[in-house]
């Protein structure tokens, strides 16, 4: 958490800066997944906010002069849009002064969250991912491809950013139940329309999860402070021992390489 849906909630929430420029950066703590680059960061000042994309679960802040700030939001980190007189608050690490007094505060209380800056051709985070969940590229023979080459769970697959780029352990769990497929089913062993099937219902469930803001299990808010809903949605994701929606069985719960993994036992085979 933040996945692709929130990331995605919070880039549209955002839309109202674009065009604003950087008038100064404030940084109290510089030790987050990665210590920040101060030269680097510095340097978008006086560049304009141009664009807001996303690539998997980082939101790429476009700035004139092709300058990029690229953000991931680690395990509980979010981006919000506070107005001048705002106080900063607990887990606020840094913010962006926009021309017109208003700040984008970036808060990380786990502190496992990403900032850097510069030209887009130089991210390595990026370079490593695969392709995003919801772009052209991700194609129902690409993720058959993909499982093909692996003897390890489907969703523990579906979790390597450098296979499919956005998806999270929630997600995944969703998706593979609308898939009526279990969680620690060995990839390689999927058939085409196995694939076919978990495509569409990774697509269906990561656009129901933005169409409800994403989920707000613990702290999660969009840029503007909203929480997300599509935790009222969940069909076995932290539903163990709940009745299944569909047939009524127990939701189960398994570990694989140490997640928790959420499944029906009779509509997921």
């Known amino acids: 958490m933040p996945e692709l849906p929130e990331v995605e909630t919070i880039r549209r929430s955002l ?6 420029t950087i ?56 981006l919000r849009i506070a107005p001048p007189e705002a106080q900063r608050e607990e887990h606020d690490h840094l913010q962006l002064v926009l021309g017109d007094g208003r700040r984008l505060v970036l808060n990380d209380p786990r502190r496992f969250g990403l900032v850097w800056a510069g030209k887009l051709e130089e991210t390595e985070e990026l ?20 499982l093909r080459r692996f003897s390890r769970a489907i969703k523990n697959v579906l979790l390597d950013q450098r296979v499919v780029a956005g998806i999270g ?9 609308v898939a009526g497929l279990r969680p620690g089913r060995p990839a390689r062993r999927l ?10 219902a990774l697509r269906t469930t990561l656009s129901e999860a933005i169409a409800a803001g994403g989920s707000s299990i613990a702290d999660f808010h969009d840029g503007n402070g909203r929480p997300g ?7 076995v994701y932290d539903r163990e021992g ?28």
């Open 15 to 20: 839309a109202p800066c674009i065009g604003a």
């Open 23 to 78: 008038a100064a950066v404030d940084v109290w703590q510089w030790q987050l997944r990665k210590p920040v680059d101060r030269r680097a960061l510095r340097s978008v000042v006086g560049r304009r906010i141009d664009q807001l994309l996303r690539r998997g679960k980082y939101l790429l802040v476009g700035l004139s002069d092709e300058q990029v700030l690229l953000l991931h939001f680690g395990m509980s980190g979010t």
């Open 127 to 146: 370079a490593q991912l695969g392709p995003d969940a919801l772009s052209d590229d991700f194609t129902p023979e690409y993720l058959y491809r993909s």
């Open 169 to 177: 352990n929630i997600y995944a769990n969703e998706a593979l139940f």
């Open 191 to 200: 058939t085409r329309a196995d694939a076919a099937r978990l495509h569409a």
């Open 229 to 235: 809903y599509f935790q009222l949605c969940f069909r």
């Open 242 to 269: 709940e009745p299944c929606i569909t047939c009524g069985r127990a939701i189960r719960r398994v570990i694989l390489t140490g997640r928790s993994s959420f499944f029906c036992p009779r509509c997921q085979h």
